[in-house]
């Protein structure tokens, strides 16, 4: 399976989120910190915010942050919510495939998918922003006033 940018950029700002859990971050600032593009950016806060794993609010004092502790949001959850296909492959079964019907490739696939996800499932945002939270804000340039 190969995830998409727009999961990588989704994970990448969570992360940042949990490494200030106290503040609000801008779109101007993740993009600055990743050095991504913040028209990608605004795609990406503005989907996480509809699916419900960020808060935003607009005006003078707004800003982006977590809707739930980094210790609620599990990576499984965080893909379901962005890939568009979890699927590591589509099967052709019916006419159009030489071996439909007696070809057991797909289900393994599907196994395969199901394993990595529970996987995923028991790793949350806490796991992946808290063992290197300081050397990640230094990277980062997460400075706390």
């Given at each position: 399976m190969h995830l998409t940018r727009f999961t990588d950029y989704g994970l990448r700002t969570l992360i940042?989120?949990?490494l200030r859990p106290d503040d609000r971050a801008s779109?101007?600032?993740i993009s600055g910190a990743y050095q991504i593009s913040e028209c990608h950016m605004v795609k990406?806060?503005?989907h996480l915010g509809r699916v419900g794993l960020i808060?935003?609010?607009r005006g003078r004092n707004g800003g982006i942050r977590l809707a739930?502790?980094?210790a609620d949001i599990y990576l499984?959850?965080?893909i379901r919510a962005t890939e568009p296909s979890l699927a590591l492959m589509e099967c052709l079964a019916g006419d159009t495939c030489a071996i439909g019907g007696i070809c057991c490739l797909q289900n393994i696939m599907d196994e395969a998918q199901?394993?990595?996800l529970a996987v995923l499932d028991r790793y949350s945002l806490?796991?992946?922003s808290g063992p290197m939270s300081h050397a990640l804000q230094r990277r980062l340039k997460i400075l706390h006033e």
């Open positions: 940042y989120l949990a779109i101007a600032e990406v806060v503005h808060k935003t609010t739930h502790p980094a499984g959850a965080v199901k394993a990595m806490a796991d992946v």
